[in-house]
């Protein structure tokens, strides 16, 4: 495996008797997994993904990511949640955060429809302005406001800019197989559509063309992608926690929240990874914070943040825990230049690569943390690569929907997303929600 989970730092937090206690725990939330016999079982399509995919999908989606690099400066991702998350974190973290800035042959990517922001909005239209456009709308409901409101908009862009016809070459949709409005609109329209499986949650969908086609487009090696998630689905079959990085994950996260660690800080030392914690912190914090309880996934970058939350985290409220992705071979170097005037004080380091002072700085930083009452957890990665990407994907999905079960949640409904729709909708004048209008309405003048 390109993951190595390495808990030495964990020793004084957790004794080798807590490990043995909790097996039988992990024992039976794997069971119930694999033998799709708990809450939420209708959602595991994306445990035997990486074998079983839809292969002749899989090679629509390539002919699509290369038409789309043929005939546009510009695609345009609509989705919000897990129909855009995944996409844009692979992305990030293959290419970079400045992916758009880079000098390439793909073209740019500017993900919309995954807020409720005139001014983002205007901005992705604006940077549109004289550039051939594609769009891929992605939305498993089709009836999602954010991801609406943006199709609505660059779909009628498209036909004014290429008639219905043009446009029609030009808007490529994912969501469901047979059911909604935005199927039955593209089937209409005649748009070519991609599937987000019935049995595939929005959040646990990367690995479906949700997230393959925009990744795809990036010139991103999606067959390494899935080759990476298949050989984490072979590897973590025993539940011996001894055995199985990826449960001994979910078994320490249960542990360190059972001695009141309630928040989980995902940590890492290179900006092409703070899109992944997103995605990660979506994966986790829908998946668990229900029924009153789970772990509050949060994340930071260094040594960036230890400039800004460092504080908190090492001498704040004692509530979290941290898991540090350390990358061995990010594919840079850079040496540090020699300063003969020595302004700073530091050519102590000239001539020592950027990635040394990275590994001091982190070496550093865990061992003030754990210092500080603040467990860590370490997650070692031999190379930024699509197959280890591909790898660290599966292993979070796995991990998660195990540790959900050993918290005694269903890890694959959100109950709790649709409140705030409820209230927007009323609040918007939505017909149907006339008696919760006028209610919401009292409290607000209240
Ligand atoms: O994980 C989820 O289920 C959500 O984040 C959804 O992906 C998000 O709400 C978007 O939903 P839809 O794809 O139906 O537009």
Request: glycine fraction near 8%.
């Amino acid at each position: 495996m390109a993951i190595k989970l390495n808990d030495k730092y964990l020793s004084s937090f957790i004794s080798a008797c807590e490990y043995e206690n909790i097996q039988a725990e992990v024992n039976a939330a794997a069971k119930t997994l694999r033998e799709k016999s708990g809450a939420g079982n209708a959602f595991l399509g994306w445990v035997d993904l990486p074998d079983n995919y839809d292969k002749e999908e899989f090679a629509r989606i390539k002919t699509a990511a290369k038409k789309i690099q043929d005939s546009c400066d510009v695609l345009i991702v609509i989705g919000i949640g897990g129909s855009y998350l995944g996409a844009r974190a692979v992305i990030e973290f293959l290419k970079s955060p400045l992916y758009n800035n880079l000098n390439k042959k793909t073209p740019d990517i500017y993900f919309a429809g995954n807020s409720i922001s005139a001014g983002a909005l205007n901005e992705v239209l604006a940077l549109c302005e004289g550039r051939d456009i594609c769009v891929n709308v992605i939305s498993k409901s089709g009836t999602t406001t954010e991801p609406a409101v943006a199709f609505r908009v660059f779909r009628t862009l498209l036909e004014e800019k290429y008639g219905k016809e043009g446009a029609r070459e030009r808007i490529f949709v994912t969501t469901d197989r047979a059911k909604g409005t935005l199927k039955q609109f593209s089937t209409d329209a005649g748009y070519e559509t991609f599937v987000v499986p019935d049995d595939v949650g929005g959040r646990f969908s990367v690995l479906t063309a949700v997230g393959l086609l925009p990744i795809a487009v990036a010139g991103i090696d999606i067959d390494e992608l899935m080759k990476g998630a298949a050989s984490a689905s072979h590897t973590y079959m025993d539940a011996d926690i001894a055995k199985n990085d990826c449960y001994r994950y979910a078994a320490i996260r249960n542990i360190l929240y059972r001695k009141g660690k309630n928040v989980e800080v995902m940590a890492s030392y290179e900006p092409f990874s703070a899109m992944f914690s997103e995605w990660w912190k979506q994966l986790y914090g829908e998946s668990e914070g229900k029924d009153q309880k789970g772990i509050f996934p949060a994340s930071v970058v260094f040594s960036t943040d230890l400039h800004s939350l460092g504080q908190f985290i090492q001498d704040g409220t004692r509530s979290m825990f941290e898991t540090v992705i350390d990358i061995a071979d990010t594919g840079d170097t850079f040496t540090i230049p020699n300063d003969p005037a020595n302004i700073d004080g530091l050519n102590f380091l000239s001539g020592m690569d950027l990635n040394e002072v990275k590994r001091k700085a982190m070496q550093g930083t865990i061992l003030a943390h754990v210092d500080g009452g603040v467990p860590n957890i370490l997650l070692e990665l031999d190379a930024r690569n699509a197959f280890t990407l591909g790898e660290l994907i599966y292993f979070f999905e796995l991990a998660c929907a195990v540790s959900g079960y050993m918290l005694g949640v269903n890890p694959f409904d959100q109950p709790g997303v649709e409140s705030y729709k409820k209230n927007m909708f009323a609040l918007l004048g939505k017909p149907g929600y006339e008696e919760m209008k006028k209610a919401l309405e009292d409290r607000l003048e209240g």
